[in-house]
């Protein structure tokens, strides 16, 4: 009898500037909505991990925050760390552009990957949008840069060329056990999730700076009884910088939480596949960009 194909294992991570469409692409390379996507760049703020299992393999993908250049705060700062550490332990790196970035020797996830001793995977996303003329141009400037390196032209939004991406993938995995129980789909508790959707609405809701100024923190998550049965209860609290913001946040009347309150527990609960009771507060906290122990607490560190 023929040995069974040895297992594969590895971290596979998905690196980009912002908006270059990594959490798309994470979300269709796993077939589960695991990441907030928006519009907007630096949506993504942490590390986060999708594990897609197999007979014969375990694919670790990590989503990870857009790169920036010229950190503002102590939080981009750590942003940019979570990327340095997916550099760390990559086993397979899958570098992601987009039609219209500019390309060149001083890009910074360029640098790196040109002197990182793990495969890259080049993708050239939202190809959707490309004549086959541009397409093909993109693909020459990449390859002057990163030499010898596969590349693929991709939709994540649309799913175009995610099989033949996962093909390549898989090949390239090193032999080994898995890392993760195989029923596991990420390291994240549902609470985690539960506080990205929240945040997502409040990146599609609201303008300007006023997303970059608020963090989530679930104060209660709690299985309980209603006269309409089993019904999960989660009270959640957005911080943000100062009260002109909170009165931003709130709306005249209150309207403008009440909506996002709607629209965010209708997707909690399709998220959760349970019926969810949804309490928002908004609260005042003072920079907590900048301050350690804030960024501490709501869980940006290694
Ligand atoms: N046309 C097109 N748009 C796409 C595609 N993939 C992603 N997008 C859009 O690009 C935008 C950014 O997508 P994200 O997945 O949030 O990008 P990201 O790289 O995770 O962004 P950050 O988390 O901010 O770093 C969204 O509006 C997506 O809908 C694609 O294949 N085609
Ligand atoms: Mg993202």
Redesign the pocket.
């Known amino acids: 009898m023929a040995e069974p194909a040895p297992h594969r294992s590895g971290f596979v991570n998905?690196l980009?500037?912002?908006?270059?469409?990594?959490?798309?692409?994470?979300?269709a390379l796993v077939g589960e909505k695991m990441?907030?996507?928006?519009?907007?760049?630096?949506?993504?703020?942490h590390r986060i991990i999708g594990i897609l299992n197999g007979e014969d393999f375990q694919i670790v993908f990590s989503?990870?925050?857009?790169f920036i250049d010229e950190p503002a705060y102590a939080m981009h700062k750590m942003m940019n760390s979570f990327i340095t550490s997916s550099f760390d332990d990559a086993d397979i790196i899958l570098f992601?552009t987009?039609p219209y970035e500019p390309l060149n020797e001083e890009h910074n996830l360029i640098k790196r990957i040109s002197m990182h001793p793990s495969p890259a995977i080049l993708i050239i996303?939202?190809?959707?949008?490309l004549t086959p003329d541009a397409l093909e141009l993109r693909k020459s400037e990449l390859s002057a840069l990163l030499p010898e390196r596969k590349i693929h032209a991709?939709?994540?939004?649309?799913g175009?060329g995610i099989e033949e991406l996962m093909e390549d993938i898989v090949s390239m995995l090193p032999e080994g056990p898995a890392f993760y129980p195989k029923d596991q789909l990420t390291d994240r508790p549902e609470r985690f999730f539960v506080s990205e959707i929240i945040r997502g609405k409040i990146l599609e809701l609201y303008r300007d700076e006023i997303p970059y100024t608020c963090e989530i923190g679930i104060d209660s998550f709690t299985e309980g009884d209603s006269n309409k049965g089993p019904i999960t209860r989660i009270g959640a609290i957005i911080y943000t910088m100062d009260e002109r913001k909170k009165s931003i946040l709130l709306g005249k009347g209150g309207l403008a939480i009440k909506q996002l309150g709607t629209e965010a527990r209708t997707e909690i609960e399709a998220f959760l596949d349970k019926r969810v009771f949804l309490d928002l507060a908004v609260k005042v906290k003072d920079n907590w960009r900048d301050d350690d122990q804030s960024l501490k607490t709501f869980g940006y560190q290694q």
């Open positions: 998905i980009g500037r912002p908006n270059m469409g990594k959490s798309t692409l994470l979300n990441s907030i996507i928006t519009s907007k760049p630096q949506t993504t703020r989503d990870t925050p857009g992601i987009d996303n939202k190809k959707d949008l991709v939709s994540a939004l649309r175009d």
